[in-house]
């Protein structure tokens, strides 16, 4: 058995997470900087596990642009089956489906552990299917093992996003450190090697150590160049060949590549140049390998890369992503531009869509002497692999690509690409500009015979007037494209055109909508192929449960669409849709978990538009009620955003995050212009809730007028005196933090509540204002919370002190949702994050932890 160094803590913990999963799946993330020994790590425990476990090995590639979904054909390959045979050509739901399906097992059987390495090279599929595995494995019993390079993931990559979202409960983190001076100096004795400055040079890190004690000669070289140099020039002048062709193969060299050299390849195994890895060799770590391959010249690597090229090709059934970074290489233009669009179908099928928006944008420039026509066609896929990627800067690429169809005089082009001019332009937080190319979209496609693209043009106009709450226009035109979609059998359309009329319905307060939309996303989903629109569906409507404190319902839609979103990779509807999230978790009192939100949906590739508002104006208020750096810079942030898109769903959020920020501040003046320039567009449409906060803020501020006609109930209630019968229905829709801001304008009694949940919730700002106002009253002012109580080192919300309370008193899940007025689901989240805060498996022990704690 393999016995490691200073490693026996980490074995031990992933021994321990396989044997955790007899009762649901763990996560083992292993960390460390290149050469640490992540994967020598994995390979010790799969030969300790032994035949308690089926070990399922993936691995991702440094690709010019990665493999979509690599590690899992790796996976494929040895599982065999359904998931081999659909892998090729199904769609990603279904793959990730199978592969969940292969790893149930019977308790009885050998554990599944899959090993996911190098995930810093993982192309977004992978990481989708991360996410997909992270969320179900509670339910397969299997061990998921995660290894990437701490020092290549910074803190926008979205491996880092990916690994906040999984479950608290179920995920270790193995960190790998260097090895010790101790360490270093027994491996040399072991070695038979007197290297007293081996530890000094290396920094512990296993790989170089290895190296530096297997250099044929006495010293130190002084970097990995050298050492794999070195040990080169032992290898006879075949045999450096082959290392010299494994080098430019970023993954491993098979057979079909290696050919009748199996005698050169003994001698590179023999001597420790090259590792067998699968059916293949390769070096043993990537920094080898590149070692190797930067020592060569340009023209010998060029070289190399064709002949790989040609054999690869030849061999058939090769990921096109594989032939495109060899065809690069190789400086292979006419093969390049056969290839990536290829890899590019290839991906987006796959909903890799940051992917094939990559290949695109690197072929673009090859084709600049194609024809028109041709360099057309790849400027519209870009584009659309681009805006399901979530990337809006394809608006450039969408003007190249009309701009070409219009010289070619191909009207129905002309048409297509000005409506999706007119959808980019939203996206970029241009309304205006996006109307104007939706009404020149059907007036030139008007003068052709009626077609899908004219019935999608109208659905444009349809969408564009919906989100602008022009409600009445929006129905207009998503009628004229409903009809025309359903004569013509264009499905795509059709939902398209549904969804529209279903928001812009739920928007003037017809509870039809919302079944209209739910319908939208059903067909969309049994069609097959409208991930967009099926995921805009369920979008709309928690997005519009959110704007109208409809948490119950928003929570239900959630629970649905966010695992669909993220399975499909749309990227653009899973960031914006967290924001909204946010915003329902905040009003509930968990902020920590809204916090978490907007931090996920604000960490990736820049999104221009009013997407991001919610967000941005979450962070904006929880700083300004927390009293942290940056709240006004986040509300300002908020208000560049949302403001230029003059649509209620983005202008009014901003307004309201604006307001709050500036009254915590202490500037009532600018807080009040702040809500005056929302509610006017609250009040224009008609959206009782926005107007009825906003209008709440003027209030604060001081302004006498009475409530809109308009205004929900609640808000209302407050600004005409009735703050208790306000604190009342806030109660009861579990709004923690807008209970406590009606009750802070009530009696002392009430006040005194008040303080007590801004000292729970951990609202600085707030009570301060209150403790300040109390004293002005005259009114007795309770004293804070103590400095041993202030930070809750178990670091449970408001809410979760609340469900631990209720643990302790007995209660069920159904019996607490009852008590907290909130969804059995949302109790089912508090329950699962008290446990893992806790570090408890059971209620039993979370109440017994309470009382020993003292958290009761």
């Known amino acids: 058995m393999t016995v490691l160094l200073e490693r026996s803590a980490e074995l031990a913990a992933l021994d321990s997470l396989l044997t955790g999963c007899a009762a649901g799946g763990r996560v083992a993330v292993v960390s460390g900087e290149a050469g640490a020994g992540k994967s020598t790590l994995a390979a010790a425990f799969a030969e300790a596990a032994g035949p308690r476990a089926q070990m399922l090995w993936g691995a991702c590639d440094p690709l010019l642009t990665p493999r979509a979904l690599g590690p899992l054909h790796d996976i494929a390959r040895r599982l065999g089956g359904r998931l ?41 599929a992978t990481l989708d299917m991360v996410a997909f595995l992270g969320r179900r494995l509670a339910l397969c019993r299997a061990l998921l093992v995660i290894t990437y390079r701490e020092d290549e993931v910074g803190p926008d990559h979205r491996l880092r996003t990916v690994l906040a979202g999984l479950p608290p409960g179920l995920i270790r983190r193995v960190g790998l450190p260097p090895l010790t001076a101790a360490a270093v100096a027994e491996l040399a004795r072991r ?10 040079v290396t ?44 080098s430019v193969v970023p993954s491993r060299a098979g057979l079909e590549l ?30 080898l390998r590149r070692a190797v391959e930067e020592s060569l010249s340009p023209v010998r690597r060029q070289a190399l890369h064709a002949e790989i090229l040609s054999v690869l090709e030849a061999a058939g059934s090769v990921d096109p992503a594989r032939l495109v970074h060899h065809a690069h290489h190789a400086g292979d233009t006419v093969a ?86 007119s959808r980019l332009s939203w996206w970029n937080g241009r309304p205006g500009q996006a109307r104007d190319y939706g009404f020149r979209s059907v007036e030139v496609l008007e003068t052709q015979p009626p077609g899908p693209e004219l019935a999608a043009a109208y659905s444009n106009l349809s969408q564009l007037f919906m989100l602008g709450d022009d409600n009445v226009r929006a129905i207009a035109w998503g009628e ?29 307060g017809d509870p039809v909508g919302m079944a209209e939309l739910r319908h939208a996303h059903d067909l969309a989903v049994a069609v097959g192929g409208l991930d967009d629109s099926a995921g805009r569906a369920l979008v709309n409507l928690g997005s519009n449960a959110v704007d109208n404190y409809d948490f119950d319902i928003a929570e239900q839609t959630f629970d649905r669409i966010f695992p669909f979103l993220a399975a ?61 750096p940056g709240a006004l ?150 004293r804070g919370p103590r400095p041993s109580t202030a930070a809750d080192p178990t670091g449970l919300t408001g809410r979760q002190q609340e469900v631990l309370g209720l643990i302790a008193e007995g209660l069920s899940n159904a019996d607490i949702a009852a008590r907290l007025t909130v969804s059995a689901k949302t109790v089912d989240h508090h329950v699962s994050a008290v446990l893992a805060k806790l570090g408890v498996s059971s209620r039993g022990r979370a109440a017994a932890e309470a009382r020993d704690r003292g958290l009761l």
């Open 84 to 124: 081999r045979e659909r892998i090729g050509d199904g769609s990603r739901g279904e793959v990730f489906d199978l592969l969940l399906e292969a790893l149930d097992r019977p308790p009885q059987a050998a554990r599944p552990v899959v090993v996911l390495e190098d995930l810093h090279w993982a192309d977004e």
């Open 191 to 200: 070695a038979g090697r007197r290297a007293p400055d081996v530890h000094a």
């Open 203 to 246: 920094g512990g890190n296993p790989l170089l150590v290895t190296e530096v004690l297997a250099a044929p000669a006495e010293g130190v070289p002084p970097t990995v160049r050298d050492l794999v140099l070195s040990r080169l020039a032992t290898l006879t002048p075949p045999a450096r060949e082959v290392a010299h062709l494994v």
């Open 258 to 287: 290696l050919g009748n050299r199996l005698a050169e390849v003994d001698e590179c195994l023999d001597r420790g140049v090259l590792t067998a890895r699968g059916n293949g060799v390769a070096f043993r770590h990537e920094l």
């Open 336 to 421: 390049a531009l056969r290839l990536t669009p290829v890899a590019a179908r290839r991906a987006a099928s796959l909903g890799a869509h940051k992917q094939a928006a990559a290949h695109y944008a690197r072929v673009l420039p090859l084709a600049a002497d194609r024809p028109a026509a041709e360099r057309a066609e790849l400027l519209e896929e870009y584009v659309q692999a681009a805006y399901h990627g979530g990337l809006t800067e394809a608006l450039d690429a969408c003007q190249a690509a009309l701009a070409l169809r219009t010289e070619l005089g191909d009207p129905v082009a002309i048409g297509v690409d000005l409506r999706w001019m």
């Open 480 to 508: 004229r494209a409903l009809e025309l979609a359903r004569a013509l059998d264009d499905r795509d359309t059709e939902v398209h055109a549904l969804i529209n009329l279903g928001s812009a319905r739920l928007h003037r």
């Open 568 to 628: 499909r990779d749309l990227d653009g509807y899973h960031r914006h849709l967290l924001g909204y999230r946010a915003r329902l978790l905040l009003a509930r009192g968990d902020w920590a978990a809204a916090a978490d939100d907007a931090a996920q949906a604000l960490a990736g590739p820049t999104m221009h538009g009013g997407g991001l508002v919610p967000a941005v104006a979450v962070r904006a208020v929880l700083r300004a009620r927390r009293d942290e």
């Open 633 to 782: 810079d986040d509300a300002h942030d908020a208000g560049k955003r949302g403001y230029p898109t003059e649509e209620a769903q983005f202008v009014c959020p901003a307004a309201i995050a604006l307001a709050e920020t500036y009254w915590l501040a202490g500037d009532p003046v600018r807080a009040a212009q702040e809500a005056e320039r929302g509610l006017r567009v609250a009040v224009r449409i008609g959206h009782p809730w926005f107007a009825g906060e906003l209008a709440f803020w003027k209030w604060r501020c001081g302004d006498s007028s009475p409530a809109p006609a308009v205004a929900a109930e609640p808000f209302r209630l407050v600004i005409d005196g009735d703050w208790r019968a306000a604190a009342a229905a806030w109660s009861e829709r579990g709004c923690t933090y807008l209970t406590a801001c009606c009750l802070a304008h009530g009696d002392a009694p009430a006040a005194a509540e008040a303080l007590r949940v801004f000292d729970r919730l951990g609202a600085v700002a707030p009570a301060r204002r209150l403790r300040t106002d109390l004293r002005e009253r005259g009114l007795r002012v309770p």
